[in-house]
């Protein structure tokens, strides 16, 4: 057993519609409880339905015991809910975007310790639009300027190159450094040199019998046609996806991270 002084977060990848959000529901609160957590942080961009997020969802995360939920590219696909959902406090988009309302940084407590929680978007094989800054010269800007003890990004980006690139940028800078975007977990995660808990991608929660959550069969007829058709959230194969760190409540450093995959019968 660890005398460390620790904080302990667990952070659940992308919530992928109503089959996602089912989980969450049924067993949040046992793993708060199973794991010992501080605080939970969930990214949420696919949350309603696939595309984007509603205030109802994020009343509904908060009851299950959610207390933070980053985002991304699919942040703004609810037109009617933004900038509703974006002014919610728990809520991240990326801080990266350039005129669009809400915050891309939390500032506050994580088990009575400062921390700081901050959500960028990649550039390489993503949309052109929202435009956004460089995130490296952000990162940097925003990890400088900040006193937190605790310090966690979401990097909410495609390429695996661009994410190890954040890693090492922030190694030793920050507590941890999490992939999102891919829906696919990745089996790299590490602690780096300078003691920050870093995770390529953390995956998704949400229907696996899928395309990246999607169902299919509409998926493959897309590629094979190349006409774009609705989509719709798969059903079936549920699994839960995350990340739980062990941080260091008087340096801020990682301690550990473990790589989580949990199925359940649809
Ligand atoms: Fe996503
Ligand atoms: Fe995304």
């Not at 956004?132 to 990162?139: D, E, L």
């Amino acid at each position: 057993m660890s005398t460390q002084n620790k904080a302990v977060v667990l952070f659940i990848g992308d919530i992928v519609g109503k089959p996602g959000r089912r989980i969450l529901a049924e067993n949040l609160e046992n793993w708060r409880e199973e794991w010992n957590v501080d605080f939970v942080i969930v990214n949420g961009e696919n949350a309603a339905g696939g595309f984007g997020l509603t205030v109802n969802a994020v009343k509904k995360f908060r009851r299950y015991g959610v207390d933070l939920i980053t985002s991304g590219n699919h942040i703004l696909d609810r037109k009617d809910e933004i900038p509703a959902v974006l002014q919610e406090d728990i809520v991240l988009r990326p801080e990266n975007y350039v005129d669009i309302p809400g915050k891309g940084v939390w500032s506050g407590e994580i088990a009575g310790v400062s921390a700081l929680v901050f959500n960028l978007e990649g550039l390489i094989f993503m949309e052109e639009e929202p435009k956004r800054v460089n995130p490296f010269k952000k990162a940097l800007e925003i990890v400088e300027n900040s006193s937190e003890v605790i310090k966690i990004l979401d990097f909410h980006a495609e390429t695996t190159a661009e994410k190890i690139a954040m890693g090492w940028l922030l190694n030793g800078r920050v507590s941890a450094v999490l992939g999102t975007h891919t829906h696919v977990q990745t089996a790299d995660e590490r602690i780096l040199p300078g003691g920050t808990l870093y995770i390529t991608d953390v995956g998704m929660t949400g229907p696996f019998d899928s395309v990246i959550g999607m169902d299919k069969e509409g998926i493959i007829r897309r590629f094979i046609t190349g006409e774009s058709e609705r989509m719709k959230i798969a059903e079936d194969d549920i699994r839960m996806n995350a990340v739980l760190l062990e941080i260091d409540k008087d340096t801020g450093k990682g301690i550990s991270i473990r790589r989580i995959e949990i199925g359940f019968d649809s």
